[in-house]
């Protein structure tokens, strides 16, 4: 083969430790916000398609370890998410009751959130963003997700990050409370700054 060569190696013996990494960084309400943002420039999104029974999405996160997907239609087009949340309430059971279908045969279009009722904050935003002001965002929404958008090269939206409660939750090392127990930022704040 030219231009490539082989590496030299070296037979290993005696005590070989493997590496382990570093700790991860502390998060912070003060942090920058792109340090808890799934940035899908870097990772595979978490998808599904928009015709896959409820159950499907539901192992799939399970295997993924996530608690939500972004759903697609059959041209790869964002139509909408779906959580655990979807999958585990209230709506596959009132989907049985007003459809009369067996609990196999949701779908993740039936019980998903669609996408005209999503909101996505724009790239720019989050670039001067504080880890409290998505916690602020996401309690303001009652949402436990948003999405993060861009432009791409032809000028069209692009999801590019996702904002996780839970994944912040996480990071921060601490429950954050909801908005029925703490009606104010300060009282998260409050409350975030003393369990941290």
Same mark, same amino acid.
């Given at each position: 083969?030219?231009?490539?060569?082989?590496?030299?190696?070296?037979?290993?013996?005696?005590?070989?430790?493997?590496?382990?990494?570093?700790?991860?960084?502390?998060?912070?309400?003060?942090?920058?916000?792109?340090?808890?943002?799934?940035?899908?420039?870097h990772a595979h999104a978490?998808?599904?398609?928009?015709? !896959?029974?409820?159950?499907?999405?539901? &192992?799939?996160?399970?295997?993924?370890? /996530? @608690? $939500?997907?972004? %759903?697609?239609?059959?041209?790869?087009?964002?139509?909408?998410?779906?959580?655990?949340?979807?999958?585990?309430?209230?709506?596959?059971?009132?989907?049985?009751?007003?459809?009369?279908?067996?609990?196999?045969?949701?779908l993740v279009s039936d019980? !998903?959130?669609?996408?005209?009722?999503? &909101?996505?904050?724009?790239?720019?935003? /989050? @670039? $001067?963003?504080? %880890?409290g002001d998505i916690v602020?965002?996401?309690?303001?929404?009652?949402?436990?997700?948003?999405?993060?958008?861009?432009?791409?090269?032809?000028?069209?939206?692009?999801?590019?990050?996702?904002?996780?409660?839970?994944?912040?939750?996480?990071?921060?090392?601490?429950?954050?409370?909801?908005?029925?127990?703490?009606?104010?930022?300060?009282?998260?704040?409050?409350?975030?700054?003393?369990?941290?």
């Open positions: 083969m030219p231009d490539f060569h082989v590496l030299p190696a070296q037979r290993l013996a005696g005590a070989v430790r493997v590496v382990s990494p570093a700790p991860a960084k502390p998060v912070t309400l003060q942090s920058p916000a792109a340090d808890v943002m799934t940035d899908l420039r978490a998808v599904i398609d928009l015709h !896959m029974s409820m159950e499907v999405a539901n &192992e799939y996160m399970k295997q993924r370890g /996530v @608690r $939500s997907l972004l %759903v697609l239609n059959q041209d790869e087009i964002l139509s909408g998410i779906i959580t655990a949340t979807d999958v585990l309430g209230e709506k596959p059971l009132r989907f049985i009751q007003e459809r009369g279908v067996k609990h196999s045969e949701i019980i !998903m959130t669609p996408l005209d009722r999503l &909101e996505a904050i724009p790239a720019e935003e /989050v @670039r $001067s963003a504080r %880890v602020a965002s996401l309690l303001d929404t009652g949402r436990q997700h948003t999405l993060v958008i861009e432009k791409n090269d032809q000028g069209n939206p692009v999801v590019c990050g996702i904002f996780s409660l839970t994944q912040i939750e996480k990071q921060l090392g601490v429950v954050i409370p909801s908005t029925e127990i703490a009606r104010t930022f300060t009282e998260i704040e409050a409350t975030l700054v003393a369990r941290v």
